[in-house]
């Protein structure tokens, strides 16, 4: 007989937490029933209509006509790394915009797929100025032009279309990370000629995590056409994944049969709100959260003119015992908030206003919970001065 | 307004089929519900311990003591890649057998990695012959030999043990691709010295795809840590994924959180059973159904003496129209089984009887409709005679 060196350990029991950190969100009940369907084949009819539903619901939420709009199988990262092994070859040129972590990501996945790269460097916490952009595109003359849309770590908001039109200009593809963006805040992929476009499901969809949105403009397929050489990544190849989300139907790889359920569960629930009212719906809880935050006396990370609704990253105050805070919301509310990443760990909160978790009630409920842990490290808020101060904004 | 092009889709409604393809398999309900329950933060606390539960119960299957074991965020084909990358730096030498697609799919990553690729090639369903490695190994005295223990595309199953002796004897580290084996077949990772293992939560663990369990034996940590170059993936970098599934738990990429919800659920019950009476489990079934398909006067493509009990390739009789079969097995019993991959396509069927879908009750109903589509492709199978040859075997 096989020995065995340990018990079974106990059944499955998650704790009901609101998701107010930097991804996931919270999850709509009918999306995790969704992801409890029973599994079908990755072949079968049914599932093949799952994935041109998903397709076409996809290409709302982008705002794009491109038919190379999928799910990639891999959570945001991967998504990433999609778009930019299937756009570099290695010696090609790239410019990557780095104001956070996850800029910095991006020129690591470029470097890695042979990318001579060039960094537009700025701060955490601030935006890349357009006519920076120009004098290093300009400057370099790269194949691809990356960017990060809405900057999790930071909870900066990037304006991307004149940057776009600058970086055509200078005859290069416009790569853009929308993970934190997509379903959140305004995203027009063919109006602002976004070529590459990568999203998650776990943040402004309120899907699980596991699958990451892409889209490729024509004049990005052009360019994957026209490699030399095959991308590093088999399993990232659009041009073999793209035989299997399209009409041919070859066999790839086995999807994530299941993940997929939800993202069409998510995606519908999406366009039944519409993208304008889920558009105005994160304003609102946004402009009512940050009211109470600073009523409450604590200050944002990041000016007004581009602070993202959905990531409100907040400077702790001095004297405040970060991972005390975060564990006393987390045990004693069952609220989930994230700390700071790179240069702002322990510097900043990072509050998330994301698809559901973006509610009325999330507002208030957080702000009267972080009174509390406010009190306990020996701060002393105004009472009641940050849910008035969200009230107030409401009203 | 914006302006949408669509109505949103039904809502999901996926029919009840019985997966015996090639994968994925039924799952059962409690995993089901597992990857349907409330998503937690990939930090939170309690993830931590999914985390953990879950590597443990993943050394109890892989039989291994290996620190270095994880799932990783994709489905199979991701850990086959991720195996391939983090021990593969530009030009080093890799043997990789191919006798079916995923050896054909193992040596196309592993020169996308970069590696100076040698072949040892058997027709689809015959094995790779011990001395045949020997005499590759001696002359190319690869860094990195891989090979299929079970060929999902033939129904293979390939002996490990004589074969590892003989890669380590050369000093080479030995790569397994487990996916259709693990859980339904005994594998003995530290027993047999595998270097680098990687499968799938789809087949024998009856999970839905979307994770890639893999183990990496201190030698591989070695080679991985005397690396020069940074592995070309980053999504699958195992320097930095390990320390996110080790204590350091330094964030990397978001964790599909519900998938490894079921996978911890899968790996549950595989425990309960025990590994010993799985195999045994797969094994009966596998027999009763070559009864059956015997009794019918089909045959199977692969030799008794290395058949897999959990992919079963049959060949497809003289004017059986394939497709015609596999539909009318989907659309009038709900029963899934796959078609021929490769040079096989076209003259076989693959049913599957993975996990959950090994069972006595499957195996009779799939004979009993398979006896009915024959029928009516104006096939004359003796009355019965495949139920009663299952029936016969299983008493």
Redesign the interface.
Known sequence: ??S???P??P??D????I?M?P??S??HPRV???????????L????LQ?MD?SQ??LR?VF?TKNELTLAV??????G??ACVVNLIEPGDRMVVCVNGVFGG?MA??A???GAVVTKIERPFGEIIPADEVAAVVKKVSPKVFGIIHAETSTGAWQPLPEISKIVHDAGALMLVDTVTSLGGIPLEVDEWELDAVYS?T?KCLSC???LSPVTFSPRALAAMDARKT??????LDMSMVRNYWGQQRA?????????N??L??AL?LV??E???NRHARHKKNHLALKAGIEAMGLKYAVPASHCLPMLNAIQIPDGVNDAAVRSQL?NEFGI?IGGG?GSMKGKVWRIGLMGETSSQRNVLVCLAALEKCLLDQGQKPAAGAGVAGAIAAYR
Chains 1, 2 share one sequence.
Do not use: C
């Open positions: 007989m096989l065995m060196s340990m079974v350990p059944a499955l998650p704790p009901r937490r998701l950190g991804g996931p919270d999850t995790l029933a969704a992801l409890g369907a029973p599994t079908v084949g990755h079968d009819p049914y599932f799952v539903d076409k619901m709302e705002r199988s891999g959570t945001g990262s991967s990433m790394e990501r690591d996945v470097e890695r797929a998650g776990q699980p995590p596991g095959k991308v590093a990544s088999w399993y066999y790839h790889h086995t999807a994530p049969i299941n993940m359920y939800a069409r569960e519908r366009l039944e519409g993208l304008e987390l989930e990443l």
